[in-house]
């Protein structure tokens, strides 16, 4: 079960870190992935960290404002959101998924409950 945490409200330009802890299994062997669903939109990849070497992957839109990192100690992995923008306003989620099945299906297996990030102009 995935827990995700951290939005909020903040003003365009500020910060925000998501996290997203793993309860009852490691990420060891694992993609996580970020997701983001705006009203009216379809949810989209945000970005993704293989668990095993810290490598990690972004959609062009977020390059050089946001970083995902991983804690191995409390099995967590954060999303932290710089430069924000009005348009970064979205339902956040994380997901994951064993990394020999989603680098085949594309899909994730195991789904956070969103939380809500609101970019105020």
């Known amino acids: 079960q995935l827990q995700a945490s951290g939005g909020g409200l903040v003003q365009a330009g500020g910060s925000l870190r998501l996290s997203c802890a793993a309860s009852g299994r490691t990420f060891s062997g694992y993609r996580v992935g970020w997701f983001r669903q705006a009203p009216g939109k379809e949810r989209q990849l945000v970005g993704h960290?293989?668990?095993?070497?810290?490598?990690?992957y972004y959609i062009d839109s977020v390059k050089g404002r946001f970083t995902i990192s991983r804690d191995n100690a409390n099995n967590t992995v954060y999303l932290q959101m710089n430069s924000l923008k009005p348009e970064d306003t979205a339902v956040y989620y994380c997901?994951?998924?064993?990394?020999?099945?989603?680098?085949?299906?594309?899909?994730?297996?195991?789904w956070g409950q969103g939380t809500l990030v609101t970019v105020s102009s």
């Open positions: 997901a994951a998924s064993p990394v020999s099945k989603v680098v085949v299906t594309g899909r994730y297996d195991y």
């Open positions: 960290v293989i668990w095993s070497d810290g490598s990690t």
